[in-house]
């Protein structure tokens, strides 16, 4: 049974910084391509970041040069490490894996963590 656990969100000031992870179990975690999404109130959810079985990543454009995405394969935990946090970052973050992955869209993941909410005041 596929499971993945996300922790690490909270309420937080503009600026300041926040570490996602994302515990994984039921499936060989090095060979899955994983990434982070978010989903704010009212608003489809979209992709983050991206990492894939070589740690090739990918960014969305509003988060580059503040979010990094990296993973343990020994410890079967993908992180987010969040800095420079807008109010627009306030959002449920969700993992997510997949055995292909390659496409930067949520329609190409198969696995869902439930989320972790992450909430940024000005």
């Known amino acids: 049974q596929v499971q993945l656990v996300e922790s690490g969100g909270g309420s937080v000031q503009a600026g300041g910084s926040l570490r996602l992870s994302c515990v994984s179990a039921?499936?060989?975690?090095?060979?899955?391509?994983m990434g982070w999404f978010r989903q704010a109130p009212g608003k489809e959810r979209e992709a983050v970041a991206t990492?894939?079985?070589?740690?090739?990543?990918t960014y969305a454009d509003s988060v580059k040069g503040r979010f990094t995405i990296s993973r343990d394969n020994l410890a079967n935990t993908l992180y987010l490490q969040m800095n420079s946090l807008k109010p627009e970052d306030t959002a449920m973050y969700y993992c997510?894996?997949?055995?292909?992955?390659?496409?930067?869209?949520?329609?190409?993941?198969?696995?869902w963590g439930q989320g972790t909410q992450v909430t940024v005041s000005s």
């Open positions: 990492i894939d079985r070589d740690d090739y990543t």
């Open positions: 039921g499936y060989t975690f090095v060979d899955y391509c």
């Open positions: 997510a894996a997949d055995p292909v992955g390659g496409v930067f869209t949520p329609s190409a993941y198969k696995y």
